[in-house]
């Protein structure tokens, strides 16, 4: 089995948001090759305790290994961190942490299909116990699904060229590889010189589709919120502006002092209510040149933090 590696981002600045401390506990809900999770039990030494999840079970494998010095201080289990509820006590924690971003060891193996860069099969499961692939989605759906996916979910504003164009190509031939769908895309939208793949969005958006990461987020966000103690901190990092706009949105509700009925905030029905949560900080912070320098794909981490109250 190939080695799982994965270079954490924004490590000392996730440390000064969550404060580890003797005798805390904290959740990693996406442990990922346990980078964040061995600093943050560094940090709390010689007590503190990690909950640590990942969907991957390469990745829990590879956790459990680089976490062996911190035996018998953490837990690590193979799942989604919107499931928390059912193993992490309510109130219990001091600081929960969301890395919602690939990991390098996912994108560069071919056989995973997450990377228009690497020629593999169209899979791109974060969990390989689902039976929902990428190729199911991309031959299945129809042209008004894969438009929405494409719109909605990867913000491509050709998404509805895409779409038809797979529809028409894919009469002929299934889509089988990664290859074959950023060969179309490339074709339909050529780069001339440009750095971004035209593909892009459409990779990130058929992820997002085939791992149903929007829902596993807002679950997420809801779990991690029930796990803190008053006072316990919340970082996400964020890769696209999608999943910020989801984590901003959260924000704004559970710090806003105020509620209302509906999906329309109409000032003259709101309702006073005493805010859940508070934002340490409305700024995104984002890695610095050294970290840019060293780790390229740390480029789009935007890591945001609230505090229960």
Known sequence: MPEFIHNPVLVAEVLAALRPRPGGRYVDGTVGGGGHAAAILAASSPSGWLFGCDRDGVAVEAATRRLAEFAGRFEIRRGNFSDLVEWVEPESCDGVLLDLGVSSAQLDQAGRGFSFQQHGPLDMRMDLGQSLTAADVVN?????????????????????????????????????????????????????????HPATRVFQALRMRVNDERRSLQSGLAAALSRLKPGGRLAIITFHSGEDRLVKAFGRKQTRDYTFEGDVDIPELRKPCAPKMAWVQRKAVCPGPAELASNPRARSAQLRVLEKV
């Open 140 to 196: 299945e759906s129809s042209a008004e699904e894969l438009v929405w996916i494409f719109r909605e979910l990867g913000e491509e504003p050709h998404g509805r060229q895409f779409a038809r164009a797979i529809v028409q190509e894919r009469q002929a031939r299934r889509f089988e590889t990664t290859g074959q769908l950023a060969g179309l895309i490339e074709r339909l939208a050529p780069r001339y010189g440009k750095k971004r």
